[in-house]
Each structure stands twice: as C-alpha cells, then as structure tokens.
C-alpha cells in the first residue's frame, strides 16, 4: 500500500498539473475569444464604411472624414453623415454589406435626425425574422449634432462564443477530465480509509480472540495432566474456564457474521407483539455481571404510555444489549446509567443516557460507521470489533426507526432510539 506522505504527494502534483492545463486553458479560450472578436469588430467595421461610401456617392455629398465609423462600446458602432439618411436605403445596404462579409448576428439599426434631435427609423434584423419598430427605443443616443446612423449586436457575445467550436469542445472535455480525477481521488481516499478500517478490524479481532484462545490452550495443558484426575474441583474449574472462552469466541464470531449478513440487507426480522419496557427490564438482569464487576447502576424511568411494538425481539434485545454494554463499559469512574421511555402522539422514545468518557463532535460523525472505534483515552481495557453501534443503527432503521446522539468529552453521552407508533 502507498503510504501516507507519497499519496499526498501524488494527489498534490496531479491537482497542480490539473491546476496548470485548466489555466492554459482558460487562457487560450480567452485568446482565442478576442481574436474571434477583433475579427468581427474589424468586419462590421468595413462593412459599415463600405455602406458610408456608398450613401456618400448617393447623396452626392464629401466624405470630410478619413473613417466615418466610431466603436462606441463593444456591440455599438456608428458612422457620421454629412446628410439625411434614407432609413429604407440604409437597411438595404447595411443587410447587402453584412451578408457580403458572412455577419450573421441579430442587429438593429437606427438613424439620428438632428433636425428633431432624436433617432428614428430602424429595425431589429434577426436571422430568423424582423421586427420592426424596435431599434429606435433600444439603440442610445450621443451627444452629436450632424446627421448619424447606429448598429447595435444584443447578442454579439454569444454568437462569438457559439462560433468557437473546438474550444468550446476541448473546455468541455477538460471539465470532464477534472470531475472523474475528482470522482478518482474520492474513490481512491475512500479505498485507503476502508484500508485502514480492514486492518484496525484485523488487529481488534487478533487481539479479541488471542486472549480466549490462549486461556484455552494453558487449561487444555493443565487438563493434559495426569494429576488432575486427583483435584475434581481444580479439574471441573478448568473445563468451566475452557467452555466459558469457548462461549466467548462463539459470541465473537457470531457477531462478525451477523454484520455480514447485514451488510447484504439480509436483516430477516421476525416481528411479534412486544412489550419493550419488560424487554428492558430483562436486558439490565442479563447485564448484572457486568454490572457488578464496574458497581454499575441503571436507574429505570419508564414513562411511555404506548410501549408495545411488532419488532424482531432477538435482534431490539441485541440493540438495547449494545446501548447498555458501551454506557458501563466507556465509563472511567462508577458507571451511572439512566433508561427513560416517553411517548407522544406519533413517536415512542428511549434515552439511554450515561456519566461515560463523552464523544467529541469530530467522532460523532463517525460513530456508526461499521469497524469504527471511539478513542478511549486513558480506557485501555474496552475491547470490540467497532460493530455494536453500526449493528444498532441498521436495527433500528429496519425498524423504520431513528436513533441520535447527544454528547460532550467528560461529561457523558445520550443515545435516542424513536420509534414510530404504528
């Protein structure tokens, strides 16, 4: 496996190399724009004189100007007269010079009489129609006082930009290339971190069934000897001990596959009626090892006034088995565990809340995620797979269900299991 430092090092050269072609890229496109747009305002340009020109030789007037064409802004252009335009002549002529020089854009057009001090006349000519009337209302004045006609491209930008074909195809191209590097990079942290999780689980499982199974093996040697026949107490406490590790591995195994066949949604509930707050009370008898070795303390308040369910009873027993387990175990002084039902209208509620080691908010993300474990700080003793809570929270959904966490470092957690009545 690559490790961490070469990784980083790895992604950080390809986003700068991705950085760098995306932009070479935009440089390009933008290049390749204004080229595109110089081209066009050179064509209107002449084209624009060519029909000044022309009007001159009709008007029989003198051209008094070297260019009598003006680009006011990026899709404006005017062309000063020495005399009255004819607005139908005019449009003429503009249409024959744009076509001559393949502008195809929509324009409008509109020409200044300075006897009335406004402009007048002029259409909008567009590829696929005209609209008449339009041009005079839409295309600005300027301060001139002889005779002028104005052009105006609404939507030079977009013609230009439609018009770039390769670039536009290669910008694409380019986006797509950077969204499966991103989808890669994704795909390729996720695979490292279930890496990681795959190898803590393989360490948790080794150092959870090392202990068993050396206790077996020093017992089966203890049992190996002849003498022992002599001792049936000593002999009946090793077989205990050997059934009890036995018990033990059994349990670990069956948890590893019952995630397994969860992780195929192959939960299989068998519902039946359940009265869930004698479901609890069995839980805690069930517990009072446990709670005896740590002097537990689980104080019951069962206020819910609906609380019997159709549930899987085998599997919610598991899921308040685990709530509790983790509340006496994450304890680093005498664990004191409150179990509260409530009930509304709509939901049944379980609070389990303890007086444990908390859970930062980084962590609280992560919680049920399946092989994660919360760091236990100075708790070195807390041993499991990092299922329990993973396995909870697919019960419960299955279910149709819902469970929460409210929780804060020292001072303790509370786990919120909500249930619909149904």
């Not at 991705?18 to 066009?40: H, P, S």
């Not at 404006?76 to 020089?101: C, H, Q, S, W």
């Not at 590893?256 to 707050?277: F, N, P, S, T, Y």
């Not at 002084?333 to 939901?347: D, F, G, H, I, R």
Request: aromatic share 10%; with cysteine; glycine share 4%.
């Amino acid at each position: 496996m690559v490790n961490r430092k070469t990784l980083r090092f790895i992604i950080l050269l390809a986003a700068l190399s991705i950085g760098g072609i995306t932009i070479i890229q935009v440089y390009w496109v933008r290049k390749a724009f204004d080229l595109r747009e110089n081209q066009f305002n050179r064509d209107v340009n002449i084209a624009l004189q060519a029909v000044a020109m022309q009007l001159y030789q009709i008007n029989h007037v003198v051209n008094s100007e070297k260019n009598p064409v003006e680009q006011v802004s990026s899709n404006y252009f005017t062309v000063n007269m020495n005399a009255p335009i004819d607005n139908n002549l005019l449009g003429v002529l503009i249409e024959k010079e744009f076509r001559k020089r393949n502008i195809s854009d929509d324009y409008e057009y509109a020409t200044y009489n300075c006897m009335d001090k406004c402009m007048e006349g002029g259409n909008y000519i567009s590829s696929r129609k005209t609209v008449n009337s339009l041009a005079v209302q839409s295309i600005p004045l300027l301060q001139n006082d002889g005779y002028y006609f104005g052009v105006q491209f609404p939507h030079v930008e977009a013609t230009l930009i439609s018009q770039m074909g390769i670039w536009g195809f290669s910008s694409v191209v380019l986006l797509i290339v950077i969204f499966f590097f991103a989808y890669t990079l994704l795909v390729i942290l996720k695979q490292r971190r279930l890496s990681e999780v795959q190898r803590d689980f393989i360490n948790n499982m080794t150092h959870e069934f090392k202990t068993p199974i050396s206790t077996i093996a020093i017992s089966t040697e203890v049992l190996k000897q002849a003498s022992i026949i002599q001792t049936p107490e000593r002999l009946l406490n090793y077989a205990t001990i050997i059934q009890t590790e036995n018990n033990r591995l059994k349990q670990q195994v069956e948890r590893v596959l019952q995630m397994a066949r969860m992780e195929k949604q192959d939960v299989g509930l068998k519902k039946e009626l359940v009265d869930i707050h004698e479901l609890l009370r069995e839980a805690i008898t069930n517990l009072k090892i446990s709670l005896t070795e740590k002097n537990s303390n689980i104080h019951l308040e069962l206020q819910a006034e609906a609380y019997q369910f159709t549930i899987d009873k085998l599997h919610f027993t598991n899921v308040i088995f685990n709530l509790l387990d983790n509340a006496i175990k994450y304890s680093v002084q005498t664990p004191n565990v409150v179990v509260t039902t409530s009930s509304t209208k709509n939901t049944f509620k379980l609070h389990v809340m303890d007086n444990g080691i908390g859970i930062s908010a980084e962590n609280q993300k992560k919680i049920f995620n399946r092989f994660y474990r919360i760091p236990t700080g100075n708790v070195h003793n807390v041993k499991g797979f990092g299922l329990g809570l993973s396995y909870v929270k697919l019960i419960v959904e299955a279910h149709k269900g819902k469970i929460s966490l409210v929780s804060k470092p020292t001072v303790g957690s509370t786990f919120t299991i909500q249930l619909p009545l149904i």
